[in-house]
């Protein structure tokens, strides 16, 4: 799953490698090539959309959005196991009643210097962060 901000259809091209059974997305708000996103990610049989975005994944409900000023009223539905954002670039894992809210914080690493991304273990709602890629000199 991701929470946008692909901004180009290259972007994609690194989650082909992925071996997993979906892959799910939300356009971010910088993510203005949309017709070659849909695209790239129509061939692969990937769920690129609008948010926010309801997915359910063994049997919990995630709500997927970029920007995260819909997490108040999502929350307000009380219906979703968890609410994934992005945009801040910042890690973020919160239990608020019975949603987690999670950021996984910022995948390139170009802003904040690392890469990292989340594993959701949806039977426990277990978040772990993860590393990934070379650091990159921060923007900041």
């Given amino acids: 799953m991701h929470c946008g901000d692909f901004v180009a259809p290259f972007a994609l091209l690194p989650f082909r490698q992925l071996s997993c059974k979906s892959f799910h997305a939300v356009y971010g708000n910088n993510d203005g090539e949309k017709a070659g996103l ?6 692969n049989g990937w769920q690129l959309g609008h948010q926010p975005k309801e997915v359910e994944i063994c049997g919990k409900l995630i709500a ?5 000023d819909a997490v108040d009223e999502l929350l307000s539905r009380n219906k979703f ?5 992005g945009h801040t670039h910042k890690i973020t894992a919160q239990k608020v009643g019975k949603t ?15 890469g990292t991304v989340a594993i959701l273990d949806l039977q426990s709602m277990d ?3 993860h590393r990934i890629g ?5 923007v900041f």
């Fill in 134 to 138: 070379h650091a990159l000199p921060s």
């Fill in 38 to 43: 849909e695209k790239l990610a129509g061939a």
């Fill in 64 to 68: 997927m959005i970029h920007e995260p």
């Fill in 100 to 114: 987690l809210l999670l950021n996984p914080g910022e995948g390139c690493g170009y802003l904040g210097g690392k």
């Fill in 127 to 129: 978040v772990e962060f």
């Fill in 81 to 85: 196991d968890a609410i994934l954002f």
